[in-house]
């Protein structure tokens, strides 16, 4: 259930209760694609880092370990140690995206794995049968990740098809939620708006998905290689087409001003594998900039990463420590990085719920925006 507690213009202040805990909002969902942060981050650092959701990933959890062996296991929450809310996607991006050979029919997507060339089927029911075996807390419905850009006519075509699956969704959940043996049945199912980037589609297809009375919608398709300002004009013509009473969620996104933006805009919730990433080849997300750590610069340097940044990473070790272990390959870099990384997305967003409560979003943004993505010139250390 979705509580609005704060607005300023269309930026939301909010609450989303679930099985598994209330999620303040806006949020940024933490992605641990096979069950586990790429950095060799645990579940026990996430609850450190303020990370209210995790997100992992249905494809990849379908082929290893198999989402039958996780609810063997007792399902992700068990699996991952992690007791807070789960988004699990539905697996159709990275249908789309990972899979050479493929075959798009009504029934679903015929596909082969990208690990062995196995073939596969998924659609909708598959894709819920799969998630609620996984037992997360929220499941995306199946649909397909239309390319950008696409055509008019087979983007139209597209989405009545995803319309019709997210039916078969609602249909399949309805009924895996009933089972006495079901993991979790209070799962949430959230639909996907998707049109590619034209904006007539965009709305239609909103107003079609709303009429379902889902858990909570997101925005699909995007940050996936068209401009900023193509996202944000997506945004500004579905947005009005959400309902208000439910949580909104921006697909696969994506950098601090990209955050700001969306929520300025409406958004709720984001996930993105940017952070830990970026984190992994040295690029540093802080208050004052991007920090590109492997600069020679660094070499020397004891101060923290960010300074006033109160991250594990940044209270026990320095510049020169971080750039030396990323420089050697060794693990011990990769983790300090991604913690910091991961701090830093997670207390960005518990500032954002901070300023939108205080009713001074709009001035944070202003000032925010041109920091956060550029990078840190020399002499501004």
Known sequence: MYTLIKQEGRARRGSME????????????????AAAIKGGVSSIDLQQLKCQVELCNTYHLHLRPGDDVVRDLGGLHRFMGWSGPILTDSGGFQVFSLAKLRKIAERGVTFRSHIDGRQIFMGPEESMQIQSNLGSTIAMAFDEC???????????????????????????????NSLPETINPKQML?????????????IQH??????LDLDGYAIGGLAVGESASEMYRIIDAVEPHMPAQKPRYLMGVGTPVNIIEAVWRGIDLFDCVMPSRNARHGTLFTWQGVRIIGNARYRRDDRPIDETCECPACRNHSRGYIRHLLAYHE???YRLAVIHNLYFYNSLMERIRQEIQAGTFASFRREMVPILDTRIPEGQD
């Open 146 to 176: 239309i390319e950008n850009p696409a055509e008019y006519d087979y983007t139209k075509q597209s989405i009545a098809r995803t319309t019709r699956w997210l039916v078969r969704c609602q249909e399949e959940m309805a009924r895996l």
């Open 18 to 33: 679930t099985v598994h805990g209330t999620v303040q909002l806006p949020t940024f969902m933490n992605v641990g694609t």
């Open 206 to 211: 909103m107003q079609e998905i709303a009429a």
């Open 331 to 333: 693990m011990l870099g």
């Open 190 to 202: 959230f639909g996907i708006n998707q049109g590619s980037t034209y904006e007539d589609l965009r």
